[in-house]
């Protein structure tokens, strides 16, 4: 670590620059007085780096644990620090602009109630929502009370769906990994995730945009506030915009440049982000605003100021992604795998010194294999890994040719003594996973993974060996965060439709037809549903006679395919035919093993 620039604090500088006040207590509960985010839990960051937390990690986290409301420039304000991302307010003519109203509806109300205490009660004239990741959306129910111009990037409401709803009871679970979730805070615990602290846990919303941006250079005045935006899809999410405050001299990079490696696929899991793509729109972003911008902030971390600073700042990250990307390719054409090439690679010598270049979120390792995946699947060319036995059954053929889960244990504590823990920890994985019942060897996999996150550089590796850990000593903790029905409320016919589709049980379903039309009334929407060999698919309404024919609204629709019976819906045909359908849907399980079978 003596190669790193400890001693440079300008970006302590920067995070402190602006200050105004703190919320106190930094404690937002929900309406049943439970905490929805605590920053005060973070106290102990003031101390020394104890020799539990990587020392680059615990700087980065003390960065991020800075709470409170920042002028970034006149006219522009941050509150950072009361969620994972951070809420900036633009004040405009008649009230404020808000950009990115955090996760929860409480801690988005927190926010916006400690900028009226220092800048007056402004009114919310608009919502920017910077790209369709949660944390830039889930609390615009508290901020907003009536309609008012909400901005988006074009396609924001399809992957902000996709990527919360359709597969989100997995990323949910593997998300409470990633963040620490059920983590205490602490020198051997949770101290952050890179990003920021951690994600709170209050109401989720969404209301849908009302004006898309949909092309680079569109110009939209807000309450009196020129804004240029520049589209950048398939970047750090697949909808996503930058933007640029002509007057203020201020461009906001939403998530596209903040001050650590993003993820080029999140460990929660997501589709593989386009790192090459990446690169070219901050080159973009340099070309378009560079000249004209003083004040560069995003919606994580502290803002850049001055013109060479910013420059550099966006070249470094330009450079960073096209670098992962281009030489990830460069040998994978030369026959390396994914996880060769990330035991190889290493960044040039100014990138790996630039602390804003440093894997606090995502990491050269998984963002390296992310890129190969991208190109090159799953699948790594050997005919070896064609059809590989299940982990279950791999590691009970493993721990036998080892000669037991007993010898294992015992080689892989030899490894451990070595200082080898990564393979410590393979070994163990499989002696877990042939017997979960061994005490040893789930006792001994916890410590390695532990000593393993005590080492990581990287916040979300840390949290994922922590909490696995924690899961092998004391089994699953109950999931804490679920899908929001504020979220649901804000699908469409269509992707309410997807959601039962995805959860039918198709083995148990494909031997039966089922036809059932919906006329869904206050949004004049007639679809039908065909079962047919175990899939459940949509198309429009034909001349062959339902089994069923339901009028109803889309509440009660949201209702149904959430396992409610609202009353008054509409229903011609044979009734059990729904019961049927419905009866076909699994429930998901938000709190399915991951370190053990």
Known sequence: MSELPFADRTDFEDADRGFIAALEPGVVQDERGRAVWNNDAYAFLAGDCPETVHPSLWRQSQLCAKQGLYEVVPGIYQVRGLDLSNMTLVEGDRGVIVIDPLISTETAAAALALYRAHRGDRPVTAVIYTHSHVDHFGGVAGVVSEPVPILAPAGFTEHAVSENVYAGTAMTRRGNYMYGMVLKKGPTGQVGTGLGQTTSVGTVSLIPPTVDITRTGQEETVDGVRIRFQLTPGTEAPAEMNFHFPEHRALCMAENATHNMHNVLTLRGAQVRDARNWSRYLTEALALFGSDAEVAFASHHWPTWGRERIAQHLTEQRDLYAY???????????????????????????????????????????????????????????????????????????????????????????????????????????????????????????????????????????????????????????????????????????QLLDSVAIRIDGPRAAGTRLVLDWHVTDVDEHVRTTLSNGALVQEPVGTEPADLVLTLTKPQLLALVTGQRPADVDQQGDHEALTALLDFADDPDPDFPIVTP
């Open 324 to 494: 992962l990307h281009d030489q990830t390719l460069r040998l994978i054409n030369r026959g390396w795998t994914g996880t060769e090439i990330a035991e190889r690679f290493e960044l040039p010598p100014a990138l790996e010194s630039a602390w804003h270049a440093r894997g606090y979120y995502g990491s050269v390792s998984h963002n390296v294999k992310a890129v190969y995946q991208r190109y090159m699947g799953w699948f790594d060319g050997n005919p070896a890994s064609l059809w590989e036995h299940p982990p279950v059954e791999s590691a009970k053929r493993y721990v036998d040719c080892l000669g037991g889960v007993d010898r294992v244990v015992e080689k892989a504590a030899e490894y451990a003594s070595a200082g080898d823990l990564r393979f410590a920890a393979q070994l163990l994985k499989h002696a877990v996973f042939a017997e979960p019942d061994h005490a040893a060897a789930k006792d001994l996999l916890a410590d390695t993974y532990q000593q393993l996150g005590f080492g990581a550089e990287n916040g979300p590796w840390r949290n994922f060996y922590l909490t696995g850990a924690q899961e092998l000593r004391n089994g699953v903790t109950p999931n804490p965060i679920s899908i929001s029905g504020g979220i649901l409320a804000a699908l469409t016919v269509e």
